[in-house]
T-cell receptor, first 116, second 109 residues
Framework: ETGVTQTPRHLVMGMTNKKSLKCEQH?????MYWYKQSAKKPLELMFV???????ENNSVPSRFSPECPNSSHLFLHLHTLQPEDSALYLC???????????????FGAGSRLTVL | GQNIDQPTEMTATEGAIVQINCTYQ??????LFWYQQHAGEAPTFLSY????GLEEKGRFSSFLSRSKGYSYLLLKELQMKDSASYLC??????????FGAGTTVTVRA
């Protein structure tokens, strides 16, 4: 148990479906992140929330819609995805969004998404 | 964007030593991280370097040379459980974190 829990662990969806990924942390962290991990590629930062406010959106298509209702929960709503969106989606949290010191990310185990 | 390079794969024998290199080119520098990721699991934090030199944590050590844009992760006395992907990540002058593609280490008996 890493302290960051993601559900579901696996998801298969059609291109016309709507689904959501959920992330939960009880580490008292103020920042939460969504990353996309594709095989043999670097982790891609998608969204950053600091104190429930979105502070970064890295040119992510609108078919991905994040939501942060409180500092412990983060969602990624998925709608009309493409097959190339199939990947592992990792949630992470950290004490703060930036700043000096290590500010280490704690990751969840990820949600493996397959788009048919 | 930032450029972070590390080898794709490495193989070593149980009990041996493996060194994973990471080179980077970033706009400014505010620290380098190594994470370990076992297949199907969350990446977990291994080490953090912000000053030049060697940081040692048990069987794992991480080295940084800021002038060369270079780091390595040294794994000693390799065990089968060390088979995993190792991710190098660099925080730039704007405190943005960028990851390398990861190095898959396979430990053979």
């Amino acid at each position: 148990e890493t302290g960051v829990t993601q559900t579901p662990r696996h998801l298969v969806m059609g291109m016309t479906n709507k689904k959501s990924l959920k992330c939960e942390q009880h580490l008292g962290h103020n920042a939460m992140y969504w990353y996309k991990q594709s095989a043999k590629k670097p982790l891609e930062l998608m969204f950053v929330y600091s104190l429930e406010e979105r502070v970064e959106n890295n040119s992510v298509p609108s078919r991905f819609s994040p939501e942060c209702p409180n500092s412990s929960h983060l969602f990624l709503h998925l709608h009309t995805l493409q097959p190339e969106d199939s990947a592992l989606y990792l949630c992470a949290s950290s004490p703060s969004e930036e700043g000096s010191g290590a500010n280490v990310l704690t990751f969840g185990a990820g949600s493996r998404l397959t788009v048919l | 964007g930032q450029n972070i390079d590390q080898p794709t794969e490495m193989t070593a024998t149980e009990g041996a030593i493996v060194q994973i290199n990471c080179t980077y080119q970033t706009s400014g520098f505010n620290g380098l991280f190594w994470y370990q990721q076992h297949a199907g699991e969350a990446p977990t934090f291994l080490s953090y370097n912000v000053l030049d030199g060697l940081e040692e944590k048990g069987r794992f050590s991480s080295f940084l040379s800021r002038s060369k844009g270079y780091s390595y992760l040294l794994l000693k006395e390799l065990q089968m459980k060390d088979s995993a992907s190792y991710l190098c990540a660099v925080r730039d002058g704007d405190y943005k974190l960028s990851f390398g593609a990861g190095t898959t280490v396979t430990v053979r008996a």
